[in-house]
């Protein structure tokens, strides 16, 4: 079975401070994990995804992601926070040659000025 | 080129009513995902489509939901006898089929609103 979980509901950060979103996963299989943002009356956009190649992923807006499969974690970091940072982050995990994606509950991100 | 689009945009109906969603995905696309999102949590799995391939429908809270499509084209979900419960933003995505490297990105549609009164 998988499932994925979004440790933290609500994350404030300052602009210009480091962000850090966590999740962790539970997969029997070889897991594929994924980060998506959802913008406030906007569509989701994938960030970046783990395939079991480089286990520090870089995606979109200068975020990135490392996999730690002894911790089963895939925290998404980013060194300096934008306003426009500010968003539903949705941390996703599917396994490699399956089908069922299993989305987290969602972290909301606020950016202060 | 096009994206995913998901019609209608918003859909108010009363209970016990029956209603059908629409999808169409982003052509070339043989993966289809449809999801649903209540207020303030994030996405439910409900089915996916793959090719010709018969679908994974483990996702479906109960026997009043079903979805259909045909081929790699339109996709319709169906709620029958609608509850106050099924009211929440039903997603649709699309993907290129599964490469070596494992699933692909999926492209979400606008969502369609679903309010049952």
């Known amino acids: 079975a998988q499932s994925v979980t979004q440790l933290d509901s609500h994350v404030s950060v300052s602009e210009g401070t480091p962000v850090l979103l966590r999740c962790n996963y539970s997969?029997?299989?070889?897991?594929?994990l994924f980060w998506y943002v959802q913008h406030p009356n906007k569509g989701l956009q994938l960030l970046l995804k783990y395939t079991s190649a480089a286990t520090l992923v870089k995606g979109i807006n200068g975020f990135e992601a490392e996999f730690k499969k002894s911790e089963t974690s895939f925290h998404l970091t980013k060194p300096s926070a934008h306003m426009s940072d500010a968003a539903e982050y949705f941390c996703?995990?599917?396994?490699?040659?399956?089908?069922?994606?299993?989305f987290g509950a969602g972290t909301r991100l606020f950016v202060k000025a | 080129g096009a994206g995913v689009s998901q019609s209608p945009s918003n859909k108010v109906t009363e209970k016990g009513k029956d209603v059908e969603l629409r999808c169409d995905p982003i052509s070339g696309h043989t993966a289809l995902y449809w999801y649903r999102q209540r207020l303030g949590q994030g996405l439910e799995f409900l089915i996916y489509f793959q090719g010709n391939s018969a679908p994974d429908k483990s996702g479906l809270p109960s026997d009043r939901f079903s979805a259909e499509r045909t081929g790699e084209s339109v996709s319709t979900l169906t709620i029958q006898r609608t509850q106050q419960e099924d009211s929440a933003v039903y997603l649709c995505?699309?993907?290129?089929?599964?490469?070596?490297?494992?699933?692909?990105?999926?492209?979400f549609g606008p969502g369609t609103r679903l309010t049952v009164l």
């Open positions: 997969s029997s299989y070889s897991p594929s």
């Open positions: 996703v995990v599917t396994h490699t040659g399956g089908f069922k994606t299993i």
């Open positions: 995505a699309s993907s290129l089929a599964f490469s070596v490297q494992g699933p692909n990105e999926q492209f």
